[in-house]
């Protein structure tokens, strides 16, 4: 069964850059049924999507982060990372790796069917 | 931008059924989405493309769609459906959007 495991720091200075890798188990990053992203969560913003990517490329950015986000796949490793500049302690929350289905009955969509359990990242001195 | 409203909170007796709306605030035709997060747990999909299900997600959850409105429907609610719900779209700004979310309640 397939699964997504985040990992990376859970503290980052104000100002530095926030770093995420995603492993995929059970599936390939090179499908082409699938695209995958990065969601976060905070009690006071909810759930907020950063942005999702294909193997083949084409990132797609939130326009709240595209200034400061860069998503990439590594499909030798079968995982995918995001990067988030200029972090203030408003970017505090936990972090979701997803894979987002592209279609279904022939019609393009926008659903996360696979999250990974999520990763608490602070923002803090 | 665009803004999904959903009820903060439902409340429903075991074995009744739960309805939770979500609303967008202007007005098109959307796809809507829906998750459901348990305590200390990730959000897992339940309802897809507005009507359909992800497998493994039983028969009691469904929804409805209409315009820019939508609802989440399950019936015979048992105890272990009791979680934080959210709706979910596709902007055509190019954005995702997600809903406030609704704790439901199993009294």
């Known amino acids: 069964q397939s699964h997504l495991q985040e990992s990376g720091p859970g503290l980052v200075k104000p100002s530095e850059t926030l770093s995420l890798t995603c492993q995929v188990f059970g599936d390939s990053i090179s499908t082409e049924t699938h695209y995958w992203g990065w969601i976060r969560q905070s009690p006071g913003r909810g759930l907020e999507y950063i942005g999702n990517?294909?193997?083949?490329?084409?990132?797609f950015y939130s326009r709240s982060f595209a200034s400061r986000v860069t998503l990439s796949v590594d499909r030798s490793k079968n995982q995918f990372s995001l990067k988030l500049n200029s972090v203030t302690a408003a970017d505090t929350a936990v972090y979701y790796c997803?894979?987002?289905?592209?279609?279904?009955?022939?019609?393009?969509?926008?659903?996360?069917?696979?999250w990974g359990r999520g990763t608490l990242v602070t923002v803090s001195s | 931008s665009y803004v999904l409203t959903q009820p903060p909170s439902v409340s429903v007796v075991p074995g009744q059924t739960a309805s939770i709306a979500c609303a967008g605030d202007?007005?098109?035709?959307?796809?809507f989405h829906w998750y459901q997060q348990k305590a200390g747990q990730a959000p897992r999909g339940v309802i897809y493309?507005?009507?359909d299900r992800p497998s493994g997600i039983p028969d009691r959850f469904s929804a409805s769609t209409s315009g820019n409105t939508a609802t989440l429907t399950i019936t015979r609610v048992e105890a272990g459906d009791e979680a934080d719900y959210f709706c979910?779209?596709?902007?055509?700004?190019?954005?995702?959007?997600f809903g406030g979310g609704t704790k439901l309640a199993v009294l």
């Open positions: 493309s507005d009507t």
């Open positions: 979910q779209v596709w902007d055509a700004s190019g954005d995702v959007v």
């Open positions: 202007s007005p098109g035709r959307k796809i």
């Open positions: 990517i294909h193997h083949s490329g084409g990132p």
């Open positions: 997803v894979r987002r289905m592209v279609s279904a009955r022939g019609v393009i969509v926008w659903f996360f069917d696979l």
